[in-house]
């Protein structure tokens, strides 16, 4: 009975730590793969502004507010 207690309580416990790590890989592989994609859509966002700046559509103000509104629209 004890010793069926044990190995019951021992599996149990490896259980719930293999499920611990792997949920905090899957949190971190989570915010990984966002940090990346709003990196991604940082650059290439601010990359179509630059251009439009450098063919004189917009001022930098105009284009700052315009990279603020995409980020904040990416992050919601």
Same mark, same amino acid.
């Given at each position: 009975?004890?010793?069926?207690?044990?190995?019951?309580?021992?599996?149990?416990?490896?259980?719930?730590?293999?499920?611990?790590?792997?949920?905090?890989?899957?949190?971190?592989?989570?915010?990984?793969?966002?940090?990346?994609? %709003?990196?991604?859509?940082?650059?290439?966002?601010?990359?179509? %502004?630059?251009?439009?700046?450098?063919?004189?559509?917009?001022?930098?103000?105009?284009?700052?507010?315009?990279?603020?509104?995409?980020?904040?629209?990416?992050?919601?």
């Amino acid at each position: 009975m004890v010793l069926t207690l044990l190995f019951r309580s021992g599996i149990l416990a490896l259980a719930v730590t293999i499920l611990h790590l792997w949920g905090f890989w899957a949190v971190g592989i989570i915010f990984v793969i966002t940090g990346v994609r %709003i990196v991604f859509m940082y650059s290439m966002i601010w990359r179509n %502004i630059k251009l439009m700046m450098v063919n004189g559509n917009l001022s930098f103000e105009v284009a700052y507010s315009k990279l603020k509104e995409s980020l904040r629209f990416w992050l919601i």
